[in-house]
């Protein structure tokens, strides 16, 4: 049986296989993408990041299981975009040694950029249209750090989550202005610490700062991951962003706006492939770095030339 017919009936097995087709950029996974694509668009994607050991992997671990009391199904991808030797296999170990790994409602999945550099965004991508169209009801992912492919990443879900944690410093270092921006919802994680209060009135001075009339006010809440306590309100917090995406009629905005993220992902992979490995137009290409290298030319003006030559070229 074709490998998208199998994922459609429930195949777990051929789910992983697609996934490491995409993520190796194996030109076979676009039959089976264009055939998955028609049933996908029902899944909540929920970004979660923020730094690391700030208990992300704990959190959605929680949030799977409270999920699946409600008998959604749920998928995890949880992305290591600084390791691509590990393949994200460290990141994902902690949700992957839980018993949610023996639950049929459940797949568990660990990414990283496997050396593809500015390719995991696409990935990513593929790997969550895989699992929408498996039935996943919520997709989580999981990203580390502060940094562009995390920003990148949460331009791929709907309801962004940023977890802190209390102690990290004088002020909250870890999470920059630039993407307090993408949170929806802010988690004061370990709570169970001292200095909750605190990294919480940091959190809202700098959401204050932001004074745009919003019509959702991104909630700050408080959660001890390893005991489970406040998941249930965590958990109604994404489903209420969800809510009110659908009932303002965000909902097909931000649709848009994650399927252009991701087109724009898939189409930079091709260009650049397009620019640097296509049979044509790779020796303009290599000669130009050439020239680069003999200092004959600075990169600027080599790439005004190399897309004024590419763009020339008569279709
Ligand atoms: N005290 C306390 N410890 C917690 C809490 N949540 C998680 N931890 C612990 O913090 C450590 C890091 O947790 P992870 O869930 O791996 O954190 P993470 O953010 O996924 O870490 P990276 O993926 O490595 O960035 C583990 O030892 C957890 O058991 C909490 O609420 N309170
Ligand atoms: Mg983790």
């Known amino acids: 049986m074709e490998l998208a017919q199998r994922i459609l009936k429930g195949d777990r097995r051929a789910v992983a296989r697609l996934i490491s087709m995409a993520e190796n950029f194996d030109p076979q996974a676009q039959d089976a993408m264009r055939l998955l694509h028609p049933h996908s668009g029902r899944a909540h994607i929920v970004g979660v990041t923020g730094p690391p050991g ?52 459940v797949f568990i999945r660990s990414m990283g950029t496997r050396g593809h550099l500015g390719g ?9 249209l895989i699992l929408d169209a498996f039935g996943m ?45 993408i949170g929806d919802i802010f988690v004061v994680n370990k709570a169970d610490r001292q200095g909750v209060e605190r990294t919480e009135m940091e959190l ?19 959660t001890i991951a390893n005991s489970g306590e406040g998941i249930t309100a965590l958990r109604d917090a994404i489903d209420a962003h969800r809510a009110h995406l659908v009932a ?35 020796p303009i290409f290599d000669a130009m770095t050439a020239r680069i290298v003999r200092r004959e030319i600075d990169p600027y003006t080599a790439a005004d030339e190399l897309m004024a030559k590419l763009t020339s070229i008569k279709h």
């Open 54 to 105: 700030a208990g992300k992997s704990t959190l959605i671990d929680r949030l799977a299981k409270s999920y699946r009391l409600l008998n959604k199904k749920v998928g995890i991808i949880a992305v290591d975009p600084s390791s691509p030797f590990t393949g994200g296999a460290i990141l994902g170990d902690r949700i992957r040694m839980s018993d949610l790994n023996t639950d049929s409602g």
């Open 120 to 128: 995991l965004s696409r990935a990513v991508c593929d790997a969550m």
């Open 137 to 181: 009801d919520i997709i989580i992912i999981e990203t580390v750090g502060a940094g562009q492919s995390e920003v990148e990443i949460a331009s791929l879900a709907h309801t962004t989550i940023l977890v802190e944690m209390p102690g990290l410093g004088d002020d909250i270092q870890t999470i920059k202005a630039g993407i307090m921006e």
């Open 204 to 222: 809202k001075a700098m959401l204050d700062l932001d004074s745009e009339e919003k019509a959702w006010t991104p909630p700050i809440m408080r």
């Open 248 to 282: 303002c009629g965000d909902w097909n905005l931000v649709n848009h706006d994650r399927i252009r993220a991701g087109f724009m992902a898939l189409l930079r992979n091709r260009l650049t492939a397009f620019i640097t490995e296509n049979p044509g137009n790779k």
